[in-house]
């Protein structure tokens, strides 16, 4: 199974001013298209830990599709394509199409008339200079465009914009249909439990982990709500369905709604 990973950029995410939807958000999307993601890494926005963070990954073969989220605004706090170009180590270049895509979008969307010109400032620029070989992924809503780099063997790094709406439009628009075809949907499967103590499953749990090695088995408990849910996750459906099964069967003493 080909895995993913997500770096998201921001000191408003590492101060708490702003909660990280996006890695949620797209951490489902991968699952479900049979790429699940196998690291979160959160970054400030400085040069030296973006690009370190992404150079991590690039060296972990196993991630197929790493995502890099937020910083490709227009002001000097937005760095990534900067850090991307140093860690992929490609010199940034203006993209002509994309500058033109933006003196477009000003017209429509009145921003030229309120400017008094559709002459494209510094800011604007900042957001139309790209690393070179990057595919670029037209952003609908914004301005700032999401990037995709061919890193070759079937491996793949996106760069998207933080806004949420913004990074869900690529996503489902561009990045859903032409770069995650071929993965397997992973099979899920759930008991649910009411006033059961997770304690009580340890035992089984911790002996079917070396009988199912391919099966993830977790344990999530809401006990404010007196529940516990129990989960396996894997490829091979028959699998799956007998670790689940082995649980129940394991603890009598508590039986599943």
Known sequence: MPDSSI????????????????????????????YPVRRITIVGDVDSEIVTAVREDLARRELARIFVCGGLGPTPDDRTYGALALALERRLHYDRPTGALMQGLMFSRGV??????????????RMATIPEGAAVLRNGPGMAPGLAFDLGGDRILFALPGPP??????????????????????????????????????????????????????????????????????IDADRVERAIEAVRAGVTAYQPG
């Not at 408003?12 to 991968?30: M, P, V, Y």
């Not at 559709?118 to 620029?125: F, I, M, Q, S, V």
């Not at 899920?188 to 079917?208: G, K, T």
């Open 7 to 34: 770096i998201t950029v921001g000191n408003e995410l590492l101060s708490g001013f702003t909660q990280d939807a996006n890695s949620s958000w797209l951490a489902a999307r991968l699952f479900a298209r049979g």
């Open 112 to 125: 030229a008339a309120r400017r008094g010109t559709a002459e494209l400032n510094a800011g604007n620029r």
């Open 165 to 234: 709406h913004e990074l869900q439009s690529i996503v489902e628009q561009l990045v859903l249909p032409r770069y995650l075809g071929g993965g397997t949907s992973p099979t899920v499967r759930e008991l649910h439990y009411r006033l059961a103590p997770e304690s009580a499953f340890h035992d089984v749990m911790r002996r079917l982990e070396a009988e199912y090695p391919d099966v993830s088995l977790g344990s999530y408990p809401q006990a404010q709500l007196g529940r516990l849910t129990i989960r396996a996750t894997g």
